[in-house]
């Protein structure tokens, strides 16, 4: 099903600008045919094509009903900046795999040092790639990628997690032991190529993460976000 995010609908509605362009040029759309309207309270609505002009695509709702895709979990990801466009394929695939929010950290080895005005192109960029990511797995949601952050900042959000994880290439807890069926809002720790410092480690320590492993083998940094959520939805019933 084609999925759009609007903020709200009611009655005949009319998508414009990047969508009505997406739904009549890519997806060849016609009249009669339907689409999926997500509002911004989790509502998604079936709705028909009525007509198509220079204005836009008129729709109307044929029916809605409560979004049910999300998880039963809240999982922020603070990611170590990564070379190149690394970071976009993370994005794409937590979005895919159902994570509520990305944060890009700082750290001591990340090769990628945006300044200022690039750091707000690639958040822009970030955030587009969660919009599309979000509509191709009929999410509820867009999930937010926020600015870049500083590893001492991040340190210092993990009172607002019922468990903050940090998955760390030189060993740790496996995600059996520490997975809790109270925790709802989780903070999951990956990092750049070359992996984290020692000293980053603990700090993320002694602010409250678990360290954990993510198996023997020594994952990519790409890599390791895709595997640590897909792990945790795995054993929170979230893949079934």
């Not at 192109?121 to 600015?147: D, E, G, H």
Request: hydrophobic share 40%; charged share 25%.
């Amino acid at each position: 099903m084609d999925w759009f995010f609007v903020d709200e609908i009611q009655g005949e509605h009319i998508i414009t600008g990047e969508d009505a362009l997406h739904i009549t040029k890519s997806l060849r759309k016609s009249v009669g045919e339907a689409l999926t309207l997500c509002d911004k309270s989790g509502v998604e609505h079936l709705c028909l094509i009525d007509s198509i002009n220079n204005e836009g695509v008129f729709v109307h709702e044929i029916t809605k009903d409560e979004c049910r895709n999300e998880p039963s979990i809240n999982i922020t990801l603070f990611a170590a900046l990564t070379k190149g466009d690394k970071l976009e394929t993370v994005v794409q695939k937590s979005v895919e795999l159902g994570v509520s929010s990305i944060v890009p950290v700082m750290t001591s080895r990340c090769v990628s040092r945006p300044d200022g005005k690039s750091a707000v192109k690639k958040q822009t960029r970030y955030q587009k790639i969660a919009l599309q990511a979000a509509m191709q797995s009929c999410r509820a949601i867009v999930p937010n990628v926020s600015r870049v952050i500083s590893l001492d900042n991040a340190a210092k959000r993990l009172d607002e997690f019922d468990l903050s994880i940090l998955f760390y290439e030189g060993g740790g807890k496996s995600l059996r032991e520490i997975l809790k069926a109270s925790a709802k809002k989780i903070a999951i720790f990956t990092g750049p190529e070359g992996g984290f410092e020692e000293s980053e480690v603990d700090l993320l320590a002694e602010s409250g993460a678990v360290v954990a492993t993510l198996g023997k083998r020594i994952l990519r940094a790409e890599t390791a976000p895709i595997a640590a959520l897909s792990a945790i939805m795995l054993q929170t019933g979230n893949l079934e």
